[in-house]
């Protein structure tokens, strides 16, 4: 008799433990759904436009830069990764860790001296890359726009 109480009090408390932990690893599951995260908002009329730059799980997604002010292709390209640069550390994030990159010129005829202003910026592992020249050219009159996606 002794020993079937016991075999009934540890099937029940099985059953218990079993229906809590169940309970707690669907709760650890729902917590642990990414979500996305933004930086840098800019906002037009009191309403969120963009991004600066969007973090979803180990990824980092920078939103285009471009140079708005009076200059060469040279300063341009300068100006643009620094930026970049910029969002990436507030994102936590740096250009080694940057996979992909877009590059919008205003004019191909620019490509060469873009790429001298280019080269080195990410490290020994440079990210793979696409160069288009935009039709009717990149806006706000800078003459390279540079978007990327890194990792944190």
């Keep these: 008799m002794k020993s079937e109480r016991r075999s009934i009090i ?8 079993g229906v809590a932990g169940f309970g707690m690893a669907t709760k650890a599951k729902a917590d642990a759904t990414p979500e996305k995260e933004v930086g840098s908002v800019e906002m037009y009329q009191d309403v969120p436009l963009f991004s600066g730059h969007t973090k979803f799980n180990n990824l980092v997604f920078v939103a285009g830069k471009g140079a708005h002010f009076e200059g060469d292709i040279t300063a341009h390209t300068k100006h643009v990764l620094d930026e970049l640069e910029k969002e990436l550390i507030k994102a936590g994030s740096s250009m080694e860790k940057v996979l992909k990159c877009s590059v919008f010129l205003h004019d191909l005829n620019d490509y060469k001296a873009m790429n001298e202003a280019y080269k080195g910026r990410f490290g020994n592992k440079p990210p793979c890359r696409t160069t288009v020249a935009v039709y009717g050219g990149v ?7 540079i978007d990327c996606i890194a990792y944190v």
């Design 139 to 145: 806006p706000g009159d800078s003459l390279v726009e």
């Design 10 to 17: 540890k099937k029940l408390f099985a059953s218990v433990a």
